[in-house]
């Protein structure tokens, strides 16, 4: 019974997070089913290679002893650097799966930059430690707080010492934007070391989202945790099996499942049939899922609940013991100095408009807020959207020359 429960979930939430990668079926006639079919199995290194461009592998240790593997389009002596962070249940890959002229690692890497992509303890990429196996509950006792705290200042110290820059650039989406409020809070230091930050589809408040399927899990937080901690789950949504039979057989153009894949898409991320095509879903699939820990869940749904931005809540006397009061403490987002670009989406029904706007309140720091100018665009669209470099890379790249010496400042509002 277990056994079945345990693939049921697994099997449910697969689809529903396909459905949040795909709509129409529009894109890249040139791009083959054999091409399809090889991307989807390709690693991130390798899928980089196969396209021309140089990639390395590098390795960290953070301080807590997670093994992290970042993936690197490394440019001249001369170039700026940038880290690119990826979203929940992500990976580096998320930034290479649309090919060259549409990824936004790719375009990074014309524009001449140095380019790394960091991957967070328990995807795919990531999934190491010295002493504890990913088999052991105790490897999984960690949210994104932690990749915040820990993963993002062992990467980013990594770069800068490989490449020999004072500062780098840093561009995050979803997740890979809540870890970095996590550590320019928690570690103020590391605010000298990051010239700018693109936030792509931000997350800090969630007090606002309009998903009606993460409303109703958000809803019941305190009782997911309970119960997946009698099933024994720990992890959610690792990259496999499930997720290559769904991209490459119920999810492509021809088979009759595919509206399964397709239209739960509103229930998740906002309906947008325009900028994302089945074509590309059993790519997407091949990637992710990638993995997460449920605390990372979990960490996000009391986001939820409690409308605020506020470390991990693990019970009154457990947080008296911890953080020395009842209540988990919040973020103090005005204590971040780094200049920080918000992109949001009016279609986004998990970093909502609302959400965003309030969030820009609370950033000192934010130099510019833009909307991404088309009304249907969502939240994947950020990373997986046709027009993305016409409607979001572009104005990105353009924001970020003003970094390139890392000496420029700017007090300009890019509306």
């Known amino acids: 019974m277990f056994f079945w429960t345990n693939v049921v979930v697994h099997v449910t939430l697969v689809f529903l997070f396909s459905s949040c990668v795909r709509s129409d079926s529009n894109y890249l006639d040139e791009y083959s089913s054999s091409e399809v079919q090889e991307d ?17 592998i590098h390795r960290v240790y953070t301080e807590d002893n997670y093994l992290l593997e970042m993936h690197r389009i490394p440019g001249n002596k001369s170039s700026p650097v940038v880290f690119l962070q990826h979203g929940l249940l992500s990976s580096s890959a998320e930034w290479v799966l649309m090919t060259p002229g549409r990824g936004l690692a790719y375009l990074l890497a014309d524009a001449g930059y140095d380019v790394w ?4 303890r328990g995807n795919t990429y990531s999934r ?46 979803s997740q890979g934007t809540t870890v970095f409020w996590v550590l320019m ?8 070391k990051i010239s700018a930050m693109q936030a792509l589809a931000p997350v800090a408040y969630l007090g606002n989202v309009r998903s009606p399927l993460i409303r109703f899990l958000g809803t019941f937080t305190n009782s997911l945790e309970i119960a997946l901690k009698l099933l024994g789950t720990n992890e959610i949504l690792p990259n496999g099996k499930i997720n290559e039979i769904a991209g490459q057989s119920l999810c492509i ?82 204590a971040i100095r780094t200049p920080v670009f918000l992109h949001y989406a009016d279609n986004d ?3 909502t408009p609302t959400d965003v706007k309030k969030l820009a309140t609370q950033l000192r720091s934010a130099v510019g807020i833009y909307r991404v100018p088309l009304a249907k665009f969502n939240h994947l669209d950020f990373v997986f959207a046709i027009n993305a470099t016409e409607l979001l890379y572009n104005r990105v790249i353009n924001i970020m020359k003003v970094f390139m010496n890392e000496s420029k400042r700017t007090n300009t509002l890019f509306g």
């Open 40 to 56: 989807a199995l390709l690693d991130t290194f390798s899928l980089i290679k196969k396209y021309g461009y140089p990639c390395e």
């Open 117 to 120: 992509m960091g991957n967070a």
């Open 128 to 173: 190491s430690h010295a002493t504890i196996k990913p088999t052991s509950s105790s490897y999984w006792k960690f949210s994104w707080h932690e990749i915040g705290y820990y993963d993002l200042p062992a990467m980013i110290d990594y770069v800068i010492k490989e490449t020999g820059v004072p500062k780098l650039q840093y561009i995050g989406f």
């Open 185 to 192: 809070t928690t570690r103020p230091e590391y605010n000298d």
């Open 253 to 334: 153009d021809e088979s009759i499942t595919q509206a399964i894949c397709t239209n739960l898409l509103f229930l998740i991320c906002g309906y947008n049939a325009e900028q994302l095509n089945t074509t590309m879903l059993p790519v997407v699939m091949g990637h992710t899922p990638a993995g997460a820990s449920t605390r990372q869940l979990i960490h996000f749904g009391q986001l939820y609940k409690s409308g605020k931005f506020e470390q991990f809540d693990h019970g009154w006397f457990k947080n008296k013991r911890i953080y020395g009061t009842y209540k988990p403490p919040a973020y103090k987002l005005s």
């Open 349 to 351: 029904w998990l970093s």
